[in-house]
């Protein structure tokens, strides 16, 4: 059987496009450096000046400037990647409405980090945001790789996630209180095995996600004082 429309679950488009964006901050970082350069070598005075509007960040004996859509796609990324780093420790931290379960087996996926990689060499050749084939080309690129990454459900393979110690793993686990096992993949913070413990699992934004039973451990906590106390 042939299915040209699977139904497996995928994040939301505005997650995802959150999501990649984030993991090509460090790239346009790398452009937003190489693009400081002396006003004298900017072009005033043609279509492409009006097309590139700069305006000074840096007022130096040399007077150096930036290019407004370096600042742009730079200023775009850091704030996909400040959003998706708040929401997802927020969503792997405790969550109202989870499933207890129980996790049987557990496998990390690792991803290829060259589809991710190499787009960085761009930072290190002849690119330069005074040209408007540079910009477009660029663009082009994020565009495609967007695409190909979410058509294969990929995005989830971050290398952003692995600086913020969130991995994805592909869980066999049991619902507590059922004898059916199910398989998905789920992001986790921190390093998942498994054993006998009492874990979460919820969906948002179309992400499966497994966190720990905070809830009960501060309960706990709490119950320990009281006794303590009496």
Not at 54 to 63: A, I, K, N, T
Not at 115 to 127: D, E, K
Not at 152 to 173: A, E, K
């Amino acid at each position: 059987m042939i299915n040209r429309k699977p139904k497996e679950l995928a994040p939301t488009l505005l997650v995802d496009g959150l999501i990649f964006l984030s993991a090509y901050f460090p790239l346009f970082a790398i452009l937003l450096i190489q693009d400081f350069q002396p006003k004298a070598v900017i072009p005033e005075h043609n279509v492409q000046a009006l097309l590139l509007k700069q305006f000074p960040v840096f007022m130096l004996d040399s007077g150096l400037y930036l290019h407004a859509i370096a600042i742009v796609l730079f200023g775009l990324s850091a704030l996909a990647t400040l959003c998706i780093a708040g929401k997802m420790r927020t969503w792997l931290n405790w969550q109202e409405g989870g499933k207890a379960v129980t996790v049987s087996s557990c496998a990390q996926i690792h991803g290829d980090m060259l589809n991710y990689t190499l787009p960085f060499l761009i930072g290190l050749f002849a690119f330069n945001y005074q040209s408007w084939q540079s910009i477009t080309s660029l663009l082009v690129f994020l565009l495609f790789m967007f695409a190909f990454v979410r058509r294969d459900r990929v995005t989830l393979l971050n290398p952003i996630f692995l600086l913020l110690g969130i991995r994805l793993y592909l869980v066999q686990y049991r619902e507590i209180g059922t004898e059916h096992s199910y398989e998905k993949r789920m992001l986790c913070w921190g390093e998942l095995t498994r054993s006998d413990e009492r874990l979460f699992l919820k969906e948002v934004v179309g992400i499966h996600f497994i966190y720990p039973d905070y809830k009960r451990k501060e309960n706990s906590h709490h119950d320990d004082r009281y006794d303590s106390a009496d």
